[in-house]
């Protein structure tokens, strides 16, 4: 699934649960943590080329860390 249609369902998803005063914020956090199983893209190491693609869709995209991602996702834009 390309970034885009992940981070729409992560908003749509958002939405059918968020009240009409927080319809926004939700949509935003929604989009967010559908986002959050990409951000393995940021492991890389300088001295192991191939680091990227080992670690690439591995945790998180695992069924187990979708609804932690997105919790810690929820947590840290509740924080802020």
């Known amino acids: 699934m390309d970034p885009?249609?992940?981070?729409?369902?992560g908003a749509i998803f958002a939405q059918t649960v968020s009240n009409k005063k927080k319809l926004?914020?939700?949509?935003?956090?929604?989009?967010?943590?559908?986002?959050?199983?990409?951000?393995?893209?940021?492991?890389?190491?300088s001295?192991?080329?191939?680091?990227?693609?080992?670690?690439?869709?591995?945790?998180t995209h695992a069924l187990v860390f979708i609804p932690v991602g997105a919790l810690l996702v929820t947590t840290l834009a509740t924080v802020f």
Do not use: N
């Open 4 to 9: 885009v249609s992940q981070g729409a369902l």
């Open 47 to 59: 001295s192991d080329p191939l680091l990227k693609l080992e670690f690439h869709r591995q945790f």
């Open 24 to 45: 926004l914020v939700g949509s935003i956090i929604g989009c967010l943590a559908g986002l959050a199983p990409d951000l393995d893209i940021f492991i890389r190491s």
